[in-house]
């Protein structure tokens, strides 16, 4: 009998936990009756112009491997997209990565920099891919607990008191997954006086750069001067166009880290979907007005779910960006994840705890608005006679 526990590697099987979000959605997935608010995916169908260019692509036998950093022809339309939306530069021949999502971008992006022993700062509350990717690149998470009071942004004080000399990399969130955060100019540039004479680079996740309300566009940090040299953007299709399903990003910086992202997504991946990436570029040659109406409908999504959560006693910020709600469950008097499996089991209404997205989110619960509004005020007015019930 083969021993596994001396063949699998210690770090996937001791040092990495299953994803918190899917545990909650999973159990779901066997109950009936269920009102979810845990998965972050949109519930519009992909816009049947982005469909029908896919479909094209199909028909037009175009079926073959790309090069590995992805169509020529969707490197430069992401060039152009980043230059006309957050006034960012890159070159589209060695500046410009095409991912399978937005995922494999921070994977490669982690791997590329951090070797065994470098610190990595992760804010947190945040998404649950950093810290398991730099341990499984050798590096050394510093989680860094964001607060409710300063509405979940990153201040220069909590950098500067986290930062070592073995720092090499801070992972910048926002906006934010699951908090709705957001880091407007005026909170990002004490963040890059701190970094502008080091060695540090920052891997900034935007995925959600299109999602932000209240009039306030979004703003990459890598358009700050002395940003750009250090770091690198992510970002991608699934949210901005509700293609999840596509598994289309990307990943955009200086040439000699991308460089070296390539040959690690040339060796794991070889390249992105063809017919996804076809479709892609429909998408960002035409896709504006979508951008538009999803924003819209969200907007108004967010409001009634926070509205909700505030009269039923559920304290709640007002999130600036993403799909996301991150509610005070201390109304409740439980922990985040006994609030969540007793709703789950008691109200079939699925929620994730914050405690999943690391130690500050305890105290609160994820809800996302990417649902119908029927389906809110459903689970509004579960939730409602859940906290009445327990009182």
Request: charged share 25%; aromatic share 8%; hydrophobic share 40%.
């Amino acid at each position: 009998m083969i021993d596994y526990s001396k063949i699998l590697n210690p770090t996937v099987t001791c040092d990495i936990k299953p994803s918190g979000i899917r545990k909650f959605f999973d159990i779901a997935a066997t109950m009936d009756d269920v009102i979810s608010l845990g998965v972050g995916e949109p519930d519009f169908p992909t816009p049947w112009h982005i469909r029908r260019a896919g479909i094209k692509s199909l028909e037009g036998s175009k079926t073959r491997y790309t090069s590995n950093a992805g169509l020529m022809e969707l490197r430069v339309e992401i060039c152009a997209y980043l230059n006309r939306r957050y006034g960012l530069e890159y070159s589209a021949s060695d500046e410009t990565l095409v991912t399978v999502g937005g995922s494999e971008g921070i994977d490669a992006t982690i791997r590329a920099i951090v070797s065994a022993g470098d610190e990595v700062i992760i804010p947190q509350p945040s998404f649950v891919c950093y810290e398991p990717i730099v341990r499984l690149a050798g590096g050394i998470p510093v989680l860094l607990q964001l607060k409710a009071e300063n509405d979940f942004r990153l201040t220069a004080e909590e950098l500067r008191a986290a930062i070592s000399e073995k720092t090499k990399l801070l992972v910048f969130p926002f906006p934010c997954n699951p908090t709705g955060a957001i880091m407007g100019k005026e909170d990002m540039e004490p963040i890059a006086d701190i970094l502008r004479n080091t060695d540090i680079c920052v891997v900034s996740d935007e995925i959600y750069s299109e999602l932000t309300y209240g009039g306030k566009n979004h703003v990459s940090i890598a358009s700050l001067d002395g940003m750009r040299e250090r770091t690198v953007v992510i970002n991608g299709f699934s949210k901005t166009y509700s293609m999840t399903g596509w598994r289309m990003g990307y990943a955009c910086g200086p040439a000699p880290i991308i460089n070296q992202m390539t040959k690690i997504h040339q060796f794991a991946i070889m390249s992105a979907p063809t017919t996804s990436q076809y479709a892609s570029v429909e998408a960002l040659r035409h896709g504006d007005e979508d951008i538009r109406e999803m924003l819209a409908e969200y907007d108004m999504r967010r409001r009634l779910m926070v509205n909700g959560f505030n009269r039923i006693g559920m304290t709640c910020f007002e999130p600036k960006g993403a799909f996301y709600a991150f509610p005070s469950i201390k109304i409740s008097g439980m922990n985040s994840n006994d609030f969540c499996e007793s709703l789950l089991r008691e109200k079939k209404v699925a929620v994730v705890p914050g405690s999943a997205f690391g130690e500050s989110g305890e105290g609160f619960v994820r809800a996302s608005y990417c649902y119908s509004t029927e389906h809110i005020k459903e689970a509004l007015t579960r939730i409602e006679s859940f906290l009445k019930e327990i009182k």
